[in-house]
């Protein structure tokens, strides 16, 4: 079964850091692995993308300069790195596997196939 961990959230206060993780149950040499976010009352966004090998990724306009998404594939893991935190990053963080080796550069939530089960980011003094 594949399953996707997402772990590292929390309340920080506006301008801190958290860094999420996101493990998987099985091998991700051969996914893209993208970020999203939803907040409440709002549409799942994506974040991040990045490609099976990590050396292409992308990012949504509203996290570019300020996140930092990268992966080890030799722990199966993914990381997105958020500093500089305002409070309209508040949301539900998900990762999502993408049974392609590319991103595809629109961070569409349709183009994803295995979810995890999210973790809450609150920004809030």
């Known amino acids: 079964q594949l399953q996707l961990v997402e772990s590292g959230g929390g309340l920080v206060q506006p301008g801190g850091s958290l860094r999420l993780s996101c493990a998987a149950s099985?091998?991700?040499?051969?996914?893209?692995i993208g970020w999203f976010r939803q907040a409440p009352g709002k549409e799942r966004e994506g974040v991040s993308c990045?490609?099976?090998?990590?050396?292409?990724?992308n990012y949504a306009d509203s996290v570019k300069g300020r996140f930092t998404i990268s992966r080890d594939n030799a722990k199966n893991t993914v990381y997105l790195q958020m500093n500089s935190l305002k409070p309209e990053d508040t949301a539900v963080y998900y990762c999502?596997?993408?049974?392609?080796?590319?991103?595809?550069?629109?961070?569409?939530?349709?183009?994803?196939?295995?979810w995890g089960q999210g973790t809450q980011v609150t920004v809030s003094s």
């Open positions: 999502a596997a993408r049974s392609l080796t590319r991103c595809s550069g629109y961070l569409r939530p349709s183009e994803y196939d295995v």
């Open positions: 099985f091998r991700l040499d051969y996914y893209a």
């Open positions: 990045t490609s099976s090998s990590g050396r292409s990724t």
